[in-house]
Protein backbone atom coordinates (compact mmCIF):
# COMPACT_ATOMS: atom_id res chain seq x y z
CA UNK A 1 0.00 0.00 0.00
CA UNK A 2 2.71 2.18 1.27
CA UNK A 3 4.62 1.32 -2.52
CA UNK A 4 1.01 2.37 -4.23
CA UNK A 5 1.17 5.35 -2.39
CA UNK A 6 4.94 6.78 -2.91
CA UNK A 7 3.77 5.63 -6.50
CA UNK A 8 0.94 7.39 -7.05
CA UNK A 9 2.61 11.13 -5.56
CA UNK A 10 5.57 10.25 -8.04
CA UNK A 11 3.18 10.15 -11.10
CA UNK A 12 1.28 12.93 -9.67
CA UNK A 13 4.58 15.03 -9.55
CA UNK A 14 5.77 14.23 -12.82
CA UNK A 15 2.16 14.93 -14.14
CA UNK A 16 2.22 18.72 -13.02
CA UNK A 17 6.12 18.74 -14.05
CA UNK A 18 5.22 17.85 -17.90
CA UNK A 19 2.33 20.43 -17.38
CA UNK A 20 4.20 23.25 -16.52
CA UNK A 21 6.92 22.38 -19.44
CA UNK A 22 4.05 21.76 -22.03
CA UNK A 23 2.57 25.62 -21.11
CA UNK A 24 5.79 26.86 -20.80
CA UNK A 25 6.71 25.55 -24.49
CA UNK A 26 4.19 28.04 -25.79
CA UNK A 27 5.92 31.32 -26.82
CA UNK A 28 4.08 34.75 -26.47
CA UNK A 29 2.99 37.64 -28.65
CA UNK A 30 4.82 39.88 -26.90
CA UNK A 31 4.80 43.97 -28.07
CA UNK A 32 6.85 44.32 -30.80
CA UNK A 33 5.15 41.56 -32.83
CA UNK A 34 1.85 42.76 -31.97
CA UNK A 35 2.82 45.87 -33.16
CA UNK A 36 4.11 44.39 -36.41
CA UNK A 37 1.27 42.23 -36.98
CA UNK A 38 -1.19 45.28 -36.72
CA UNK A 39 0.93 47.11 -39.10
CA UNK A 40 1.38 44.61 -41.55
CA UNK A 41 -2.58 44.14 -41.64
CA UNK A 42 -3.53 47.84 -41.89
CA UNK A 43 -0.73 48.25 -44.85
CA UNK A 44 -2.57 45.53 -46.56
CA UNK A 45 -6.64 45.00 -47.55
CA UNK A 46 -6.27 41.31 -48.28
CA UNK A 47 -9.33 40.80 -45.75
CA UNK A 48 -11.29 43.55 -47.78
CA UNK A 49 -10.49 42.13 -51.00
CA UNK A 50 -11.50 38.60 -49.41
CA UNK A 51 -14.82 39.48 -47.91
CA UNK A 52 -15.49 41.62 -51.27
CA UNK A 53 -18.80 42.84 -50.19
CA UNK A 54 -20.21 39.84 -48.16
CA UNK A 55 -21.38 39.85 -44.56
CA UNK A 56 -19.09 39.47 -41.89
CA UNK A 57 -21.43 39.53 -39.72
CA UNK A 58 -24.73 37.46 -41.12
CA UNK A 59 -27.14 37.05 -38.52
CA UNK A 60 -28.91 39.02 -35.38
CA UNK A 61 -27.74 36.89 -32.91
CA UNK A 62 -23.88 37.35 -34.16
CA UNK A 63 -24.62 41.38 -34.15
CA UNK A 64 -26.06 40.87 -30.14
CA UNK A 65 -22.80 38.74 -29.28
CA UNK A 66 -20.47 41.61 -30.93
CA UNK A 67 -22.60 44.51 -29.66
CA UNK A 68 -23.49 43.28 -26.11
CA UNK A 69 -19.66 43.10 -24.52
CA UNK A 70 -19.42 46.36 -26.21
CA UNK A 71 -22.57 47.69 -24.76
CA UNK A 72 -22.02 46.39 -21.28
CA UNK A 73 -18.65 47.50 -20.64
CA UNK A 74 -19.47 51.60 -22.02
CA UNK A 75 -22.85 51.86 -20.33
CA UNK A 76 -23.26 48.96 -17.41
CA UNK A 77 -24.64 45.26 -18.06
CA UNK A 78 -27.81 45.76 -15.59
CA UNK A 79 -28.70 48.88 -17.56
CA UNK A 80 -28.36 47.13 -21.36
CA UNK A 81 -30.02 43.92 -19.68
CA UNK A 82 -32.85 46.03 -18.94
CA UNK A 83 -33.51 47.31 -22.34
CA UNK A 84 -34.41 43.83 -23.84
CA UNK A 85 -35.61 42.97 -26.05
CA UNK A 86 -33.53 44.67 -28.70
CA UNK A 87 -34.86 46.06 -31.47
CA UNK A 88 -32.46 45.25 -34.86
CA UNK A 89 -32.44 45.70 -38.24
CA UNK A 90 -29.71 45.00 -40.94
CA UNK A 91 -29.98 47.47 -43.39
CA UNK A 92 -27.79 48.41 -46.37
CA UNK A 93 -25.04 46.26 -44.82
CA UNK A 94 -25.08 47.94 -41.39
CA UNK A 95 -26.60 46.51 -38.04
CA UNK A 96 -28.63 49.03 -36.25
CA UNK A 97 -29.45 48.10 -32.52
CA UNK A 98 -31.73 50.21 -30.33
CA UNK A 99 -32.97 48.96 -26.52
CA UNK A 100 -36.33 49.07 -25.88
CA UNK A 101 -38.18 50.06 -22.41
CA UNK A 102 -41.56 49.50 -21.06
CA UNK A 103 -44.25 52.21 -22.22
CA UNK A 104 -44.42 53.59 -18.72
CA UNK A 105 -40.56 53.54 -18.23
CA UNK A 106 -38.32 56.74 -17.97
CA UNK A 107 -34.93 56.99 -19.46
CA UNK A 108 -33.29 56.17 -22.62
CA UNK A 109 -32.21 53.73 -24.95
CA UNK A 110 -28.89 52.42 -26.47
CA UNK A 111 -28.49 52.37 -30.34
CA UNK A 112 -25.36 50.99 -32.02
CA UNK A 113 -24.53 50.32 -35.61
CA UNK A 114 -22.38 47.96 -36.74
CA UNK A 115 -21.11 47.85 -40.18
CA UNK A 116 -21.75 44.11 -41.02
CA UNK A 117 -18.91 43.58 -43.27
CA UNK A 118 -16.41 44.17 -40.78
CA UNK A 119 -17.61 44.57 -37.27
CA UNK A 120 -16.54 48.21 -36.89
CA UNK A 121 -18.99 50.42 -34.25
CA UNK A 122 -19.93 53.03 -36.43
CA UNK A 123 -21.72 55.12 -34.14
CA UNK A 124 -22.79 54.07 -30.05
CA UNK A 125 -25.08 56.38 -27.90
CA UNK A 126 -27.26 56.23 -25.16
CA UNK A 127 -30.44 58.33 -24.48
CA UNK A 128 -30.98 60.18 -21.21
Not at 100 to 121: H, M, Q
Request: with cysteine; charged share 20%.
Amino acid sequence: MIAFKRGLIVSCCLMLNIAGYSQNKHSKIGKQAAQEYVQAALNNPTLEIALAGKLLIKDSTLAIHIAEPILFSVYGQKNIVTQRPYEMCLFDKYWVLRGTLPKESDGGVFLIIIDARNGKVIQLTHGK
